[in-house]
């Protein structure tokens, strides 16, 4: 039968027999999760979001109203909200002490990957109160935490993060809002924020806002910046909410998608009235919003992947379906066929199966890297799997967000004009997923991050260790014959990204350090090229000798090989030639003059 | 002052520093059109176009209201099509015999520029009816053509063109529409057609459909199918129209843009009273429809080149005025910019500008073509330039807006969060782009002609030609000291370029035919990538001398190089890997089973 979302071998393949997550979990704190039981969980998820959550996609897409300060989601969104509250599935992989279920951050990777692809819009509303429930759970005073956290893990309650201002959105230093002491240890909060997801609506009783604001007499910029919970509604003596504290969605934007969303406009303090508490540390702010921005910059990537999943597994029943005949490429003019059968069509289905497969290994080892970290007692292994986590992230955000959209107009490309249209379902998943590229950092703002942070971090040592991950898998692969030519090719291309990446982070350090921040993005693109070669060579490592002894499987392991073969073959080239202008590093980028472009 | 839609110093720089057209119109035909006459008319484009088209872009994105078979055009609509009109644009171009103003089409495509650009969708009625009316024009009797083209040329009659059914996509020959002979010289028309843009709308006192439909009994495919004239009222003995023709809309799509521009159901004869006449021969339609096709799928180049630069000027604006501190690339933590200096944003915008550039250098020029058939009395030299447009036919419609949708997507960027939302133009822009690259013949299909008609057509003697017109070009630049050295990069790249292109063509002829289709597509890109670069160092070629001799304007011309480096040194290395993998021709595509695809 056709998937639908996802395709669910493939889960299986990347959790059991790539990652073999129960080979990891034996003998640990996730010993309980045997196969049995993950898949009986993910079967859950699966339900839930292919019954209850992808029937909100189309109505959502007609977008939250705004009236007089309130929002009113889109029709279906509470009930649904309450059965995957019900489901405790918001806080599904975190602390029980909290009220969180403890499973493993890879198996709810999977159970995601149903939630998000089924609705977008409707998860980015959980997506916002895990990570506020995350910056509570790891800056939180005892009463803080007491107070809220619970009920966020639950969906009683809801999350934001207010950081955008009109005037500060990339550069977050710039902003305004202020924090008056008011000398019983509370604050004054004032100030407008913008672009705030979920920021009011009406599914929850009690909204928590992290957010940044700069007490007054705080240093300029980034150092001057502290964090603050401030509850829509205060919260009373019984952890019940009480008065109104001041908190006003002055608007909804109109935006080009994730209409079920709300992206909400708030004044605070307008009547002087918004009281929130300091979260952390006075002027620590920016540090604790980047703990939680790895998680949600995984998740943003998570997003993307779960919308170009969808997205090819549509394009994919479609050219099953779909019948025409060949043109140019069959001059015999024989019968028509499917137009999977069409080279063209074919090519952009492996494009975007080899983008997808390589996504999904990708965000769930990011998931088995969680929880590596969550099982050891290891300081330095843990602290190294962070770092890992730390290379990963703008992977996972900006790669994966850009590759999503480009899967996601190949989806409509399959279609044809049928695309176009809004009765199919792939329209909507392009337009939703242009933001993912935007938002929790643009994905220029990642590929500085991976140039000027990541690269060079604790002398290169991260970095070098995710390289030699890489060339772990290269050498097993090796050692398959099949594979061997396959490996070979990979390696010439591993050995020439080292090459480029010394290079840049050299001119990066240099004079040329504009030149070089012209080509973090580029380089971002071949290092998330390198880790899909790396992620899809692993998948045929694992698949190519099981061709022979799974013969009712054969067909789906070929096609691991296949894929792999594909862009190691195909798309690795171009990314080769890429290589070549990121070291020679060429400065007509800096060279331009504002005038040179023109427009005047 | 900022530039709105499109950038007039460039558009002066192609028509008359780059192409020189007041010299390639001296003494012919088109001499009455001097630098001053030309501008003045590119000057009333501008004007209508800013103050009348583009206030319609934002409204028109409301969409046209269909009721009970009637289709309303959203508000202002009809102002505006009414002052077009009178403006006489809609026949500009064209033979003053029929209403046509006889204007060069160089100097069109600028005004086109303009009005495209301010205002896609209603433009869009505009292109099909002078399409529909070149139809008649080649292929019409006397009397069909006294009877409509005088109306369709001035817009006082519309026209559509009734190809796609639902069984009947790209693969035309499947369609199911019946002609049957009437004994009087007319034909009783059944069918249903499907994605008619303009096909029923409330601007207009009557519409003229060419109707693709198989006479009873003719072939099956694309041989059996003969052109129909289908006037929506019949059209009575002193012109006027008549009777109701049983053309009935039966619906209109809902789309992910262009909504100002209908895209209806047609069904004919739904009562059997639908009357057509022949246009051209029987099963010829095919034929006469590829006529009016090239012409149709150069405007849509234009339509994605007019999206580009409408995005690329947004964003270039957005970019001067949006100040924001540069992060990593200024350690020093100086003051903030505006974002135009920060090294991401600058290469956006380069990349943008170097397409935009390109692509209009491309579109003007392959109206001088135009120009020069209509010119010449020359039968050879004629045939060379209709050869020439021929194989530049797929690059301006293919590569044109493929890239025309990643500079939209680049514009959001530039944007960053405004970008998402429909308050700012830039994400209107990149919905409306979307289509372009699907109708009138996928982008699959115009790889596909390249490859497959294109190269070898005439023993590939047009190819060659298009060939050696580049290698002019370049011979040129390397005379120019400043550009030597980007001139040979260039010429490394076109010696490859030839190599690959006779590798691929010779495949495309072999066993590995359907291996070579599934690389169809990037070698269209590569393609355009060669035809840009030819551009924009032809541009550079132009510019360089005139940065001394022209010191006011060096800023402008100092950009006409910086361009051309920046493309030359940072895109084509990316193409030049992509090179590679299309001379390996990889037969991974084909190898891949549709199991192995998996979803199932």
Avoid at 568 to 578: F, H, Q, S
Wanted: charged share 25%; net charge negative; hydrophobic share 40%.
């Amino acid at each position: 039968m056709a998937q639908l979302i996802a395709d669910k071998r493939d889960i299986d393949f990347v959790l059991h027999e790539q990652l073999d997550i129960g080979a990891e979990y034996k003998g640990g704190s996730y010993a309980e999760f045997n196969r049995k039981t993950i898949d009986l969980i993910i079967g859950e998820a699966r339900n839930l979001g292919i019954k209850e959550l992808l029937p909100l996609q189309k109505v959502g897409d007609d977008g939250c109203v705004f009236d007089a300060g309130s929002v009113t989601v889109p029709e279906g969104f509470k009930r649904a909200y309450d059965l995957y509250c019900e489901g405790e599935w918001l806080g599904m992989s975190d602390d029980p002490e909290w009220g969180g279920q403890g499973l493993p951050h890879a198996v709810s990777m999977a159970a995601n990957e149903y939630f998000y692809g089924s609705c977008n819009s409707f998860m980015l509303y959980n997506m916002l109160t895990h990570g506020a429930a995350k910056l509570l759970e790891g800056f939180g005073t005892e009463t803080q935490k007491k107070q809220c956290l619970k009920k966020m893990l639950s969906g009683e309650w809801s999350g934001t993060m207010l950081l955008t201002e009109p005037e500060a959105g990339s550069d977050v230093g710039a902003l305004t809002t202020v924090a008056t002491k008011n000398g019983d240890g509370t604050y004054n909060i004032s100030g407008s924020k913008i672009f705030i997801s979920g920021g009011e609506h009406d599914m929850v009783a009690n909204i928590i806002h992290p957010v940044l604001a700069r007490i007054e007499g705080a240093p300029e910029g980034t150092r001057g910046i502290s964090l603050f919970l401030v509850p829509k509604f205060r919260i009373n003596e019984d952890g019940t909410p009480g008065e109104f504290n001041d908190v006003v969605c002055t608007g909804i934007e109109e935006k080009m998608g994730l209409h079920g969303n709300c992206t909400c406009s708030l004044t605070l303090g307008g009547k002087g009235e918004c009281i929130g508490t300091l979260l952390g540390e006075e002027n620590k702010g920016m540090a604790a919003m980047f703990v939680m921005m790895n998680e949600a910059r995984q998740m943003v990537g998570l997003q993307g992947f779960a919308n170009a999943t969808a997205s090819y597994i549509h394009a994919l029943n479609y050219a099953r379906e779909r019948v025409q005949t060949k043109g140019l490429t069959d001059p015999a003019g024989s019968a028509p066929v499917a137009i999977i059968n069409h080279p063209d069509v074919k090519r952009q289905l492996l494009i975007m199966k080899s983008y997808v497969d390589g996504m999904r290994s990708l965000i769930y080892y990011g998931g088995l890297c969680h929880d590596k970290i969550a099982m050891t007692d290891d300081v330095e292994e843990r602290k190294a799997t962070n770092e890992l986590l730390e290379v990963l992230t703008p992977i996972i955000k900006g790669y994966v967000t850009d590759k999503a959209f480009e899967v996601c107009s190949h989806g409509i490309q399959v279609f044809g004009g049928y695309g176009f249209v809004e009765e199919f379902p792939v329209a909507q998943l392009l337009r939703d997923s242009r933001i993912f590229m935007i938002y929790e950092g643009t994905n220029g703002i990642q590929s500085m991050d991976l140039l000027g942070r990541k690269l060079g971090m604790k002398k290169g040592k991260p970095f070098m260790d995710f390289l030699e991950v890489i060339r772990r898998s290269i050498t097993k692969a090796k050692e398959v014959e099949e594979l061997a030519p396959l490996a070979e090719t990979m390696e010439r291309f591993f050995v020439r990204y080292t090459e480029v990446a010394t290079a840049i982070s050299k001119s990066a350090m240099s004079d040329k350090v504009l030149d070089a921040y012209a080509f973090s993005h580029p380089f971002l693109e071949v290092t998330g090229d390198l880790t899909m070669a790396w992620m899809l060579l692993w998948r045929a490592t694992v698949a190519a000798p099981l061709t022979e002894k799974k013969k009712k499987d054969a067909a789906f392991y070929k096609g691991q090989v296949t894929t792999a073969r594909f862009f190691i073959n195909t798309m690795l080239p171009t990314a080769m030639g890429k290589m070549d202008a990121i070291q020679a590093c060429d400065g007509a980028v800096t060279a331009m003059d504002d005038a040179g472009f023109g427009g005047k």
